[in-house]
């Protein structure tokens, strides 16, 4: 009270002296407990959760507070990475993100995505623009369809258009774009500004935590 907010107290003993101090008293008080020997605190405790529940929905309402003030106070749960995660904060990048030229030898991409230890390649120009993907089922079928695969480039073998997504993008909405898509992939390659800045897996946007 020294510091001067208004004090309100739920408790099932309102004469107090808390209670007494309080500008507000919720009374929880019950006459026994569900206990046989009126001991242990069931009627009370399923009073005071009830009680504090209501309040806690009459204040959200009150103040009109949303999913996304939810989400500022708690940022590390599930329903906070929903709202906060962005896509460039799962993406693969540096060592992580294989990129190759579209004239490049297909031995070579597929070293390269073995050392980055995704599941594809972006095709990209001199200046990062995106030209293509190859990922691994790219490399099955060429393999099966070739007679020589491994003499084939880059730009051969690439799924031309493939689906990409935004840096910026929501990762529970890029997780939405893999769910939905009329055919199974696990890798998405992500733009900024039309360049290549890095590569989403669908395997570690289920770790992220937003599911």
């Given at each position: 009270r020294a510091i001067g907010p208004r004090i309100a107290l739920v408790t099932g003993r309102p004469d107090s002296t808390c209670g007494r101090m309080a500008d507000l008293v919720l009374n929880t008080h019950v006459r026994e407990e569900a206990c046989p020997h009126n001991l242990a605190p069931t009627t009370s405790a399923t009073a005071m959760l009830a009680l504090s529940d209501a309040l806690?929905?009459?204040?959200?309402?009150?103040?009109?507070f949303t999913r996304e003030d939810y989400a500022r106070f708690h940022p590390s749960g599930?329903?906070?990475k929903r709202l906060l995660l962005r896509v460039a904060d799962v993406m693969r990048t540096g060592?992580?993100?294989a990129l190759a030229a579209p004239e490049e030898p297909i031995l070579e991409?597929?070293?390269k995505i073995t050392n980055a230890g995704a599941g594809g390649a972006c095709v990209v120009d001199a200046q990062g623009g995106l030209l293509g993907?190859?990922?691994?089922?790219?490399l099955r079928r060429a393999f099966l369809r070739m007679e020589r695969p491994l003499e084939a480039s880059a730009a051969e073998l690439m799924t031309r258009n493939p689906t990409t997504v935004d840096a910026e993008m929501l990762a529970a909405d890029a997780l939405e774009?893999?769910?939905s898509h009329p055919r199974k992939i696990g890798d998405m390659p992500v733009l900024d500004g039309g360049r290549v800045v890095g590569l989403l897996l669908l395997k570690d946007l289920l770790r992220s935590g937003i599911v």
């Open positions: 806690a929905l009459a204040v959200m309402r009150r103040r009109n599930a329903l906070g060592p992580d993100l991409v597929m070293r993907f190859i990922s691994d089922g790219d774009m893999f769910q």
